[in-house]
């Protein structure tokens, strides 16, 4: 096969874990040393794991009105499902990013805060059901941030869906009770 194409064999859903995982580069000591960085950047490359991750997220997704992808990864995830399921994508962005006026929910990080926001008008969110979209889930900070800001727009988020999940760094109890599925999980 050759690397990347939509050629190849498609990709079953029970098949998608390990497609991320073949894909997946760890980068020791980044950002800091004793971090074994997980590097997502080979399956979004990779037109075959592209496709795969995309379609697994869809099937997910399947019934929300708007899915919405997380700066920065999950605007990539977030347009290619929303291609997918023909519906559109809400990208949600770091703080600063957006003309005014934005709503916004500022979060607390381990080195400080961080605030992300969607814009205030131009976009009806209150009654949508809306699915968030992100790379990966680590202590929940940022997708718990991003539920807090849709739902206090008037969203109804029925779920997160990432595409890893890091279970040591227990992200998953943050979004209590909110549905989250990962398609790896190490």
Do not use: C, W
């Not at 499902?81 to 990013?97: C, H």
């Not at 991003?146 to 969203?155: I, R």
């Not at 990432?162 to 909110?178: I, N, S, Y």
């Amino acid at each position: 096969m050759e690397h990347g194409s939509l050629e190849a064999e498609p990709v079953t859903g029970s098949d998608v874990p390990d497609l991320i995982a073949s894909l997946l580069r760890e980068v020791p000591d980044f950002p800091e040393p004793g971090i074994q960085f997980k590097d997502l950047t080979p399956v979004l490359a990779d037109a075959r794991g592209l496709a795969a991750v995309s379609g697994a997220i869809a099937e997910l997704a399947r019934g929300a009105d708007l899915v919405a992808g997380v700066d920065a990864r999950g605007f990539l995830l977030g347009g290619a499902v929303a291609l997918e399921l023909g519906i559109g994508v809400l990208a949600v962005r770091k703080g600063g990013k957006l003309p005014p006026p934005v709503l916004s929910q500022t979060y607390t990080l381990e080195y400080g805060t961080a605030t992300l926001e969607v814009p205030a008008e131009g976009i009806e969110l209150a009654g949508r059901s809306i699915v968030v979209i992100d790379d990966v889930l680590a202590t929940g900070g940022t997708l718990a941030a991003t539920h807090a800001l849709l739902t206090a727009a008037g969203a109804n988020v029925t779920r997160a869906v990432v595409m890893l999940e890091l279970t040591a760094l227990g992200g998953r109890a943050a979004l209590e009770p909110l549905a989250v599925t990962s398609l790896l999980t190490v």
